[in-house]
């Protein structure tokens, strides 16, 4: 039976909410993102958040809006870089979708983030944070059902990827 959910997961700047919103056209589907959930909840950003209930804080609200999330169907929800390093976050993404990794080398990833101050983790030296993190968390995506590297494709093709696997 097809799982009622498509779940993204992956470092930032992977494209996660890029791809969501293709897919969600596709399918006629609702797109979620948890970090704006997030934000919507609290009436604050989430560097906000970081800044006055610290990384812990925000980790606890991510879980609860990722649980509430998926008790929903027929959506493509795109989650937080970090989401997965909850293991009671990981077991609800597996029991209540399909849950696809996005990845990008490290280039790539340092372009798309260098330019947002909504991400925390790696304000500063960017491209010293992000390699530090793609080590720390080099397997933290690897119970995907399907990992596709989005470094040289388009939107669209993608989408069809996904698509095409979770048919199968
Ligand atoms: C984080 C990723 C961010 C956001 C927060 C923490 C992380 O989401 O949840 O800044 O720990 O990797 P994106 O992956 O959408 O940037």
Known sequence: ??????????????GKTSVGKVLSERLGWHFANTDDEI??????????MFATIGEAGFRQVES???????ERTNQIVATGGGAVLSEQNR????????????TADAKTIIDRVSQDQ?????????????????EVR????????????????????IADKIIANWNN
């Open 91 to 102: 077991r609800v993404m597996q029991e209540k979708g399909y849950v696809v990794a996005l």
């Open 64 to 70: 609860e809006v990722i649980r509430a999330s998926l």
């Open 118 to 134: 909504n991400r925390p983790l790696v304000q500063g030296n960017v491209e010293e944070r992000v390699h530090t993190l793609l």
């Open 1 to 14: 039976m097809e799982k009622s959910n498509i779940v993204l997961i992956g470092f930032m700047g992977t």
């Open 138 to 157: 080099k397997h933290a995506y690897d119970f995907a059902d399907l990992k596709i590297d989005t470094s040289a494709l388009t939107l669209e093709e």
């Open 39 to 48: 934000e919507a909840r609290q009436g604050v950003t989430i560097s906000e």
